[in-house]
Structures are given as structure tokens and as C-alpha cells.
């Protein structure tokens, strides 16, 4: 992404001497920034398709607005660099979630085009030499962070559309599979259940017993995983504290012995409506996937941020990273990179957690592995 990024300023010839002029105009025209929000949204609230896509209550306008507003401050402060260009690109990647059509987009920035200028004629000098250059340097960087969300609003649009169809297919296959399968498991262990009462004092026999039955539950668990990957389960939402919910889910795991695992910002509560059930699983997926890539005598730690209109959940590892071969495709179902997984347990994470209304994006880590950062919608009401 950040190669597209320099090949784009290279092409529109957003210099250094721009940045400058940007950074300028930041301290003339922040004053402004609220009003550009308001009008905005007045105005993309007017259409009702964007209206249906946005809207869930004043609170959540209240939240976009002031979205927007940090978006405009680091439009004229920067530093444009690889960050900058992550920040851009998950709004792209929001509007594919959202289901708000591209063209949206592209007349939100028209209406920000608008208003910025509006606001820089009061701000320039008309005769000075610098005001056609600021003005250009202006839409310049308005073109960029266009482009990076429309790059990745269509990358994103059309992952979705495969991923579509490839769970259209595995739908198809899975649930004639775990039908047929399911059968002769509840067969087995019927006979197992039978068996136990009938092999006497043999420790051996009693041994092979429990392992039958360990894989039975096994496969059955299997065969859960792939049909709740193809249907939508409903969720149960009610108010929960994530940190509680976490702080089960991470109780359940036994990680080795040579293994740090540390639980930081977990002090302060953190209210969230979602289904207690499905984000413990959410939880249980992302740490247990730490401590595999972890290892022995390595660290994870799991860290809740609460402040703002946002909850933050960032699990962190001291692995080897994530492979670039499939860094692209982490999130998709039978992606994996242990020797005996299946490739479900991110598939499901990202489900439940777009369910939810959040968001959970893979990056690098401060402990040396990886780092993923499940957001979440604070609940209603909480700061």
C-alpha cells in the first residue's frame, strides 16, 4: 500500500515543499474543522442511501463528526508516511463494511473539496504568490487520500465478493459433510458410553477409551466450527465488560509453563453490548493462536484500552510474525500456517467480530511476533 502511495505522489507531484504549505494552513483552519464536519454530514445525511448506511443513532453521527475532524487535522499535519496511509485505507475498507456504495465516497470528497476552499478563501491572500501553489497543494492531498480509498474499497469489494462465493461453496460442500459425518460420530459414541461400563479394571483398555473419545469430541468440534463459518448464528447481545469477558476466556487456556502471559489495562471496566458467548471465543481464537506462535519461554500480552467511544483489545506475541505469504489472506477459511490447523479459527473471528460492528486487523508487534487489535463499539452512553 505504501508503494501505491509514493508511486501516487510521484504521479500528482505532492512534494515536500506541499507538506509544508499543508502544515501551514493547519493552524488557520483547524478553527474551522468542526463547522466543515457539520455541513458535511447535513449534507451526506440529505441522501437516503447514505443515510440508511450511516445512521444508528445522534451519538453515532456525534462519533463520525469528530472522526472526521481528526481526519482533517492529519490531512494538514501528516507526517505521510506508512500510518498515514493504514489510516486512510481502513476507511476504504469501513465503506466496503458498511455497504455504502463507492460513489458515496467520491461525492463526500467533493463536499469536503467545497468547504475546505470556502473556508481558504477567508484564509489566503488573494495577491500573495503562495495562494494558487497552497491551493493545489491542497486537492493534491485531497486526491491521494481519495485514491488510497477507493484502491482499497475496491481490494476490500472484491474480497468480499470471493469470499462470498467461495462460502457459497463451501456451504454447499460442508453442510452435505457434516451432516453425513455426524451420523456415525453419534454412533461411535454411543458405543463408547457402552463400552465403559464393560472393560473391567483394564487401565489400557480404559486409556484407548478416553483417546476414542477425546477425537470423537474433536471431530464434532471440527464439524461445529465449519458450519458456524457458513451460518449466520444470531447473536444474544446484551451489556458485558469486555475486560470481564476476556479475562474468562483467558482463564480457560493453559499456556506452558515457560510461557509469560500478561493481562495489562484491565483495571477500569469496559462496557460493550455484544454476545458474551461469541466474543469469548473471539478472545479464546486470538490468545490460544498467540501462545502457538509464541512458543516456549516466549511472551504474550493482552491488552485492553478503554478510553474513548472505542473499546481496544490488542494481543500481542513474541513469535516469528506473520508469514507475508499469507499475510493477504489471514483472515480467509483453511488459511493456516500450523501443521495440524485448519484455517478456521480467524475466518470465525472476523465474522463474529463484524457482527459486532468491529473491526480486527493483523500488524506487526512491539514484542518482535504479532499483533492483533480487536475494536469494538463502546456501548451507548459510555465514554
Known amino acids: ?126 495577491a500573495a504568490g503562495e495562494d494558487h501553489a497552497t491551493r493545489d497543494a491542497v486537492q493534491r492531498v485531497l486526491d491521494l487520500d481519495l485514491a488510497i480509498m477507493l484502491h482499497t474499497y475496491r481490494e476490500d469489494l472484491e474480497a468480499a465478493q470471493k469470499r462470498a462465493e467461495r462460502l457459497a461453496t463451501y456451504g454447499q460442500l460442508i453442510g452435505s459433510i457434516g451432516h453425513e459425518l455426524r451420523n456415525p460420530l453419534a454412533v461411535i459414541e454411543t458405543s463408547l458410553y457402552l463400552l465403559k461400563g464393560s472393560v473391567g479394571e483394564s487401565e489400557k483398555a480404559k486409556k484407548h477409551l478416553e483417546r476414542i473419545g477425546h477425537q470423537v469430541t474433536l471431530a464434532n468440534d471440527i464439524i461445529t466450527q465449519l458450519l458456524d463459518l457458513i451460518r449466520e448464528r444470531p447473536l444474544v447481545p446484551q451489556r458485558v465488560d469486555l475486560g470481564a469477558v476476556a479475562r474468562d476466556a483467558v482463564s480457560g487456556l493453559e499456556p506452558p509453563a515457560t510461557t509469560t502471559l500478561q493481562l495489562l489495562g484491565f483495571d477500569a471496566p469496559c462496557p460493550v453490548d455484544g454476545d458474551p458467548t461469541q466474543l469469548r471465543q473471539v478472545v479464546v481464537n486470538l490468545v490460544d493462536n498467540a501462545l502457538y506462535a509464541a512458543g516456549v519461554d516466549g511472551r504474550v500480552s493482552v491488552t485492553l484500552e478503554t478510553g474513548g467511544r ?17 499475510r493477504n489472506r489471514l483472515f480467509e477459511p483453511l488459511v493456516t500456517t500450523r501443521p495440524r490447523g485448519i484455517g478456521l479459527g480467524l475466518a470465525l473471528v472476523r465474522r463474529v467480530v463484524e457482527l459486532h460492528g468491529g473491526e480486527v486487523v493483523a500488524s506487526r508487534s512491539p514484542l518482535g511476533g504479532a499483533r492483533f487489535t480487536l475494536t469494538l463499539p463502546r456501548a451507548e452512553g459510555q465514554e
Open 1 to 126: 500500500m505504501l508503494d501505491l502511495f509514493l508511486e501516487l505522489k510521484r504521479y500528482i507531484g505532492f512534494t515536500e515543499a506541499d507538506e509544508q504549505r499543508l502544515r501551514a494552513l493547519r493552524a488557520p483552519l483547524e478553527p474551522h474543522f468542526a463547522s466543515i464536519a457539520e455541513v458535511f454530514y447535513a449534507r451526506i445525511l440529505e441522501h437516503e442511501g447514505a443515510r440508511a448506511a450511516l445512521s444508528r443513532g445522534e451519538r453515532h453521527v456525534g462519533d463520525l463528526k469528530a472522526t472526521l475532524v481528526k481526519w482533517m487535522r492529519e490531512l494538514f499535519e501528516g507526517p505521510w508516511d506508512e500510518a498515514y496511509v493504514q489510516r486512510r485505507a481502513r476507511i476504504g475498507r469501513a465503506h466496503v463494511q458498511i455497504g455504502l456504495p463507492q460513489h458515496y465516497m467520491i461525492s463526500a470528497m467533493n463536499v469536503i473539496r467545497l468547504q475546505v476552499r470556502e473556508r481558504l478563501s477567508g484564509i489566503l491572500d488573494e
Open 310 to 326: 472505542q473499546a481496544r483489545l490488542l494481543v500481542d506475541d513474541s513469535g516469528p510474525g506473520i508469514d507475508p505469504a499469507i
